[in-house]
C-alpha cells in the first residue's frame, strides 16, 4: 500500500533558530513555529489559542535559517512529519514527533509589510498572478470551429 508524510505549515518563530553541529561536522537547526488556530477554543475569554510545532532543519537549510529568521518571523514550511525515541541519561524513554523540512521560505506579514523592513514574499513564488484588476492581459477569442481537434 502507497503512503503519503507531507506537513506545510505558516507560523512565526517562537525563538531564534538553534544551529547546531553533530559530531561529524553536519549543520542542524532546531526551532518552533507557533501556528493560531482557526477555531479557538477561548476565543470567549479573548486567548487565541496556537500549536507549538517543533521543526528540525539539515545542512544548508539549516545554515539558511539561523541565518535569516529571528524570533517573530513567519515563514512557511514545507516537509514530512517524523517520530523517534530516545533513551536519556536516566534511563527513561523519551519519545519526539517533528517536522523535518524539505522547503523553508519566507512569509511576508502584514506588519512586516507596513513597516518596510523588506520581507521576501513574492505572489509569483506561490504560484499567484501578478496581473492587477484593471491591468490583465486581453485575450482573443477563439471560435471552437477554428481549431484542429
Known sequence: MASFNKVILIGNLTADPELKQTAQGTSVCSFTLAINRRFQRNADQ??????????????????????????????????????RSWTDAQGNKRYAT???????????????????????YAPEAYGASSAVAGNAPEFEEVDDNSLPF
Open 46 to 83: 479573548g486567548q487565541p489559542t496556537a500549536d507549538f510545532i517543533s521543526v528540525v532543519a539539515w545542512r544548508e537549510r539549516a545554515e539558511f535559517v539561523a541565518k535569516y529568521f529571528k524570533k517573530g518571523r513567519p515563514l512557511l514550511v514545507c516537509g514530512q512529519l517524523q517520530s
Open 98 to 120: 517533528e517536522v523535518v523540512a524539505d522547503e523553508i521560505t519566507f512569509v511576508e506579514n502584514k506588519n512586516s509589510a507596513a513597516a518596510g523592513d523588506g520581507g521576501a
